[in-house]
Nanobody
Framework: QVQLVESGGGSVQAGGSLRLSCAAS????????MAWFRQPPGKEREGVAT????????YYADSVEGRFTISKDSAKNTMYLQMNSLKPEDTAMYYC??????????????????????WGQGTQVTVSS
């Protein structure tokens, strides 16, 4: 089993920045992808960014490309999401996810929630205009 704990959420004005962290514990050697998802109020959960832990390849949703950066610190078993130029539409609960079943995720499925096996409890990000 793997446990994921997010931190770093908060309230910020539009144009500001936040950095989210996701600390993984447990059987982390089994993981090959980690990702960030978000769920805006009253909307479906959506994928934001993913990182392949083996080579640090990254993939982003169009809505955040160029503003958000996903990264990892393998020594700390921690993943990050640096969020810059935040917009009110970025307001959401942000979730960390990890894949432990092995195998590669096809390009069109990298931000599909059912490709991931473990989930954190979420951290709230609120961006005011």
């Amino acid at each position: 089993q793997v446990q994921l704990v997010e931190s770093g959420g908060g309230s910020v004005q539009a144009g500001g920045s936040l950095r989210l962290s996701c600390a993984a514990s447990g059987y982390t050697d089994s993981l090959n992808y980690m990702a960030w998802f978000r769920q805006p109020p009253g909307k479906e959960r959506e994928g934001v960014a993913t990182i392949y832990l083996g080579k640090s390849n990254t993939y982003y949703a169009d809505s955040v490309e160029g503003r958000f950066t996903i990264s990892k610190d393998s020594a700390k078993n921690t993943m990050y999401l640096q969020m810059n130029s935040l917009k009110p539409e970025d307001t959401a609960m942000y979730y960390c996810a990890a894949r432990g079943r092995g195998g590669q995720i096809r390009v069109g499925r990298k931000l599909a929630a059912d490709e991931y096996d473990y989930w954190g409890q979420g951290t709230q990000v609120t961006v005011s205009s």
